[in-house]
């Protein structure tokens, strides 16, 4: 145990007597706590879950990593002290960010992390006292929610602290506080909600998705707000004084604040003290009163050891929903056997590994982010120069197009890998012929699911701004950004789908691949950009790179490149 | 009926009832179970064994009826009823990135045991199991087997009067099923009331003094092994087990399976 969640147990241990005096058993109270504190310190955080890992080692420290994420976004959030005429526009935004990341954060550890299901088969058949129980996991609650808290607003009372003095600083101390009780309070309405109109099974997939926007919204704070603040700076933005700011509690909170730094006797300071006072107070005694109870025997539905869930899945014997559309683009794309095999598989796995997705959405993430980025620092790019034949036209238009390819070699670079590697057996106990074609497949499926959509947008807009005059050349890029893929699949792509697990072992070409992933779109795309004018090699390429692509997709279906082992099976 | 002392029962149930929204998986179940006892309690998915187990342990508290476990209602005392109980749940769930020192040395804390004496005992069992290397590993990495031995050994090592256990041999290797049923004898012998939930026909057949089957919510038989043979002239608890509670006999079903391979190769 690191020497903050010592200090932390030793804080909320504090009133011991107290404890004992309405009949807690502090001794259960101090292991329940020490033990959840212990197992906080090896989870996997959402920072480490969408990263792919180098090493399969244990983790530790996890409390540290978090705290310094947590640290490094609260410094983020200074930004908003440069923005705006006031100091109500800048707590506004300054509480606005800081809501938003405390109830993403919040939201993926409610479950996982906070509410722990197992604690039903572990915890309650002891000698444990409901309400030390209880009382366990409300402390345990607090401590987590002081560490992200804690490092969060950080910096944002040091800044005050050196610039508006000490007085202004106890009350941002309070005001967050205050704030902090009221996002709790909108976590639990959150989930009540949700979890009434939606399956406890589907929850999860939910949540990994809110872990997914985090990082991506993390990645695009990054590298858009500096570039945005300078713009409002220059504006000067004001927020206070319009009627929709009301909707934001961060604008009441931030009026709350303006009211006890500097008392003004008008409506909207008042009003906004007013609100600060008793909303938290409020959502407070409504969680306790309402949500709690009900909310451990919702939660206790999402673990699916409980009978109703598994009368609830049970009618489902119908024709699997969501399939049509897959079957019919397979049947469309491949052949019978190996090939459609390997296309379902991938489609289906793709779209509901929840591995898959927390490794492969958030650079997809990334990735759009960066491209937006592009375009936003060309500033001389604007609609006209992109569709004219221009200079820099060009190179919008290609590095659009070869980035949005990055999408596809991303999904298949993690294509091979899987949690479940385990279940590759499949692959080896059924008399399969030819493992190229489920390959193919897997690649179809992957083009179909994540580069086409792209495409096909790229198209449209091509074709409604400047009508025929881009298209060969976006058809050439699209088409080189499939011989890309190709090439690539070639050269790193030896093992079947799913059958790998990622660890240390397969790193040692991770860099070899991640160079390639970079080298093989990017020569094809500097390729292109030097025909780019010249309209009849243009074509000649296009047949070309149709060509090679189709040969080269024809060569994968042998199978003759793959080192196909049932090493990591046997394990 | 069993009664080997002539005692108290230890456990008494008394029309138990549960429902899930509206479906009713317990319909009044009764029954007394006597120190000392091991009773094997079986049934098909879904006829009710893992609530009855739920209910007893206290992780469901809202069902109907009374159980008064050593003289004391559950409803009324859980701590203490859970004090003298000890449970080895189906479901291998722990707190996996523990370490079994760990892991064992916390359930020991809510036992309110002492300190030494949980390291004795969490050690010991598992140096019988074989696991003394594996004591500081975490446990994400252990097989199913492994993990079921550290679920044991949280279950009897604060040295509970009434032990239940549910499915308690999966996984396990065959010289650690034979040393736990071993010592669900040696434990019955020193007092000890066993209850046993398990699948496996042959081995509840071996171990258990009486045999409760339940069906549908409600207990459909209830002796010991010799008994049900007498009733049902059948020769093996699992004909016994199949003659009560399905409807079709075992060989039908399978000459059914059989017949769907008949049309095409």
Redesign the interface.
């Known amino acids: 145990m690191n020497f903050i969640n010592r200090f932390l147990l030793g804080l909320v241990m504090l009133p011991k007597r107290l404890y004992e005096r309405v009949g807690i058993n502090t ?2 109270l101090q ?2 706590l020490a ?1 959840k504190l ?2 906080d310190d ?2 996997p955080n959402t920072f480490h879950q969408t990263r792919v890992r180098r090493k399969e080692k ?2 530790t420290g996890a409390t540290l990593g978090t705290m310094f994420f947590s640290a490094l976004t609260g410094l983020l959030f200074l930004f908003s002290f440069t923005v705006g005429e006031n100091t109500v526009t800048q707590l506004t935004i300054y509480l606005s960010f800081f809501i938003f990341m405390l109830a993403t954060s919040l939201i993926s550890d409610f479950t996982s992390v906070l509410i722990d299901v ?1 604690d ?10 409901d309400r030390t129980f209880v009382l366990s996991r409300l402390l345990h609650i607090f401590i987590h929610v002081t560490k992200i808290t804690l490092p969060l607003c950080l910096p944002g009372v040091i800044y005050l602290g050196i610039n508006a003095g000490l007085w202004a600083t106890v009350l941002f101390v309070i005001v967050i506080i205050l704030v902090t009780i009221f996002t709790i309070f909108l976590i639990n309405s959150v989930y009540i909600l949700v979890l009434k109109f939606i399956s406890p099974q589907k929850f999860h997939t939910i949540i990994s998705y809110v872990q997914i926007f985090m990082a991506i919204f993390m990645y695009a704070g990054y590298q858009l707000l500096p570039r945005l603040a300078k713009n409002i700076v220059l504006t000067g933005y004001d927020l206070s004084n319009k009627a929709w700011t009301w909707l934001l509690p961060s604008y009441w909170f931030a009026q709350g604040w303006q009211f006890f730094y500097s008392p003004e006797i008008n409506l909207p300071a008042m009003s906004g003290a007013l609100l600060t006072i008793v909303v938290p107070p409020v959502s407070l005694w409504i969680v306790l009163k309402y949500f709690a109870p009900s909310f451990n025997q919702r939660l206790s539905l999402i673990s699916g ?4 869930t598994i ?1 609830s899945t049970k009618p489902r014997l119908q024709k699997p929903r969501g399939n049509s559309l897959s079957r019919y683009v397979s049947r469309l794309v491949t052949r019978k056997g190996e090939e459609r095999m390997g296309f379902l598989l991938t489609w289906n796995l793709t779209g509901r590994s929840r591995d898959f997705r927390l490794k492969v959405y958030p650079s997809m993430g990334y990735m759009l982010v960066y491209v937006i980025v592009l375009i936003h620092n060309s500033a001389n790019v604007n609609f006209e120069k992109v569709f004219t034949d221009t200079r820099s036209g060009r190179i919008a238009v290609i590095s659009v197009i070869y980035m949005c390819g990055f999408l596809l070699v991303m999904a298949i670079n993690q294509m091979q890998y899987s949690d479940r590697y385990k279940a590759a057996w499949i692959y080896f106990s059924t008399p399969i012929k030819s493992p190229g074609l489920l390959i193919t497949g897997s690649l179809k499926a992957a083009a179909i699911k994540f580069f086409m959509p792209l495409a096909f947008a790229i198209i449209m807009a091509a074709l409604i701004f400047s009508g025929m005059q881009l298209i060969p050349n976006i058809l050439l890029g699209l088409s080189n950004v499939l011989l890309g893929c190709l090439i690539l699949a070639l050269v790193t792509f030896k093992n079947l789908p799913f059958s790998i697990s990622q660890n240390a072992s397969q790193q040692a070409g991770g860099i070899f691949r991640g160079f390639l992933s970079l080298l093989i779109p990017g020569a094809l795309g500097l390729l292109h950009a030097m025909i780019y004018g010249i309209w009849l090699v243009v074509l000649i390429s296009l047949g070309l790179s149709l060509l090679a692509s189709w040969l080269l997709l024809d060569y994968l279906k042998t199978g003759n490149w793959l080192k196909v082992s049932n090493r990591d099976i046997e394990e | 009926m069993l009664n080997p002392n002539n005692t108290e029962p230890i456990i008494t149930i008394r029309n138990l009832e549960k429902n ?2 509206s ?1 009713k ?1 317990l319909k009044g179940i009764d029954l007394d179970i006597y120190p000392g006892e091991i009773i094997g309690y079986i049934g098909r998915n879904g006829a009710g064994k893992s ?1 009855t187990v739920k209910i007893l ?3 469901i508290s809202d069902y109907a009826g009374d159980i008064i476990v050593k003289g004391m209602n559950l409803k009324e005392h859980p ?2 009823v ?2 003298i ?1 000890g ?1 080895v ?1 189906e ?1 291998a ?3 996996e ?2 370490t079994p020192a ?1 892991f064992l040395g ?2 020991g ?4 045991m002492a300190e030494d004496v949980i390291t004795e005992r969490a050690w010991g069992i598992m140096r019988v199991f074989g696991m003394e290397e594996n004591m500081h590993q ?1 446990m994400d990495s252990f097989s199913k087997g492994m993990r079921q031995k550290v679920l044991i050994a949280s279950g009897i090592m604060h040295n509970p009067e009434i032990i239940i256990l549910d499915e308690p041999l999966s996984g396990l290797d065959a010289n650690s099923v034979i040393i736990i049923k071993e010592l669900i004898s040696h434990l019955a012998r020193e007092g000890k009331t066993i209850f046993y939930c398990s699948h496996m026909m042959d081995i509840v057949e071996k171990v258990s003094d009486r045999i409760i089957l339940i069906d549908e919510g409600v207990v459909i038989a209830n002796g010991t092994f010799n008994e049900l043979q007498q009733q049902s002239g059948n020769i093996s608890l699992e004909n016994i087990f199949s003659q009560l509670t399905s409807s079709e006999s075992p060989s039908f079903s399978a000459g059914q399976l059989m017949s769907l391979f008949d049309a095409k190769p």
Request: proline residues 5%.
């Open positions: 001794r259960h292991s329940i033990t212990m197992m090896r989870r244990a983790i197992r039903n088969f572990i915890i309650l058949p002891k000698p444990v006292t050891t409980s009978a109703e009368s | 899930y929204g479906k998986v609530t342990c206290g992780l701590v203490e859970k004090k109980t449970y749940p479901l769930e722990l707190y990135v523990l760990e916390f359930i804390e809510l036992y309110g975490r």
